[in-house]
């Protein structure tokens, strides 16, 4: 059995070296998922605040583990599986994870208003895309550098409904990236 996983992490890794990994770019419908998530999500504690702690705790927990699952049967389809880009890919979002929980400390504590608050969701939000851009899949980036601009904006003119502000911003970018990724996959199937 061991000779039989050496050989599958051998040819994962000749695999990797002489080809692409299909799931590079990103997978659109995580994309499209992650844009209705963050949109509904964020736009709650403006419109329904009762209700976002409940919503974060079943959209985020299933979105990540639905994530997790696509993106692994993904790699699968295209017969590639690259353990230490899944360990990449893990670490950083749940180290992304991590800062939105620390992101509530400030509201929880009371040191921030919820205007601020939300805009340091999109701060963060804004440097985990960016970072994943940079290191994981380049579509994050044109994300990110939004979601930055963004943030700037709102902490400069501080306007109402922030929340949905930061989510609908959220959710555009995402929608961009899935439909560029898309297209980029349409492309490379065009004969």
Same mark, same amino acid.
């Given at each position: @059995?061991?000779?039989?996983?050496?050989?599958?992490?051998?040819?994962? $890794?000749?695999r990797?070296?002489?080809?692409?990994?299909?799931?590079?770019?990103?997978? *659109?419908?995580?994309?499209?998922?992650?844009?209705?998530?963050?949109?509904?999500?964020?736009?709650?504690?403006?419109?329904?605040? +009762?209700?976002a702690?409940?919503?974060?705790?079943?959209?985020?927990?299933?979105?990540?583990?639905?994530?997790?699952?696509?993106?692994a049967?993904e790699?699968?389809? /295209?017969?590639y599986?690259?353990?230490?880009?899944? +360990?990449?890919?893990?670490? /950083?979002?749940?180290?992304v994870?991590?800062?939105? #929980?620390?992101?509530?400390?400030?509201?929880? =504590?009371?040191?921030?208003? *919820?205007? @601020?608050?939300?805009?340091?969701f999109?701060?963060?939000?804004?440097i985990? $895309?960016?970072l994943?851009?940079? /290191? =994981?899949?380049?579509? =994050?980036?044109?994300?990110?550098?939004? @979601?930055?601009?963004?943030?700037?904006? #709102?902490?400069?003119? @501080?306007?109402?409904?922030?929340?949905?502000?930061?989510?609908?911003?959220?959710?555009?970018? #995402?929608?961009w990236?899935?439909?560029?990724?898309?297209?980029?996959?349409?492309?490379?199937?065009?004969?």
């Amino acid at each position: @059995m061991t000779d039989v996983n050496k050989l599958q992490s051998d040819l994962d $890794y000749i695999r990797g070296a002489i080809g692409e990994d299909a799931t590079a770019g990103g997978i *659109p419908a995580l994309y499209f998922l992650w844009a209705a998530l963050i949109a509904v999500g964020f736009s709650l504690p403006d419109l329904a605040p +009762r209700f976002a702690g409940a919503y974060w705790l079943f959209a985020g927990t299933g979105g990540g583990l639905f994530s997790w699952w696509l993106g692994a049967r993904e790699s699968r389809r /295209h017969g590639y599986n690259n353990a230490q880009l899944g +360990r990449r890919y893990g670490l /950083h979002w749940c180290l992304v994870g991590a800062a939105f #929980l620390l992101c509530f400390l400030p509201l929880v =504590l009371g040191r921030v208003t *919820p205007e @601020m608050g939300g805009a340091n969701f999109l701060l963060v939000t804004g440097i985990a $895309y960016s970072l994943a851009g940079v /290191h =994981l899949e380049r579509p =994050l980036l044109w994300c990110g550098v939004p @979601m930055l601009i963004a943030y700037g904006v #709102l902490v400069v003119f @501080m306007p109402p409904h922030i929340w949905t502000i930061t989510g609908i911003s959220v959710g555009a970018a #995402l929608c961009w990236a899935g439909f560029s990724r898309r297209a980029a996959l349409n492309a490379d199937h065009t004969p």
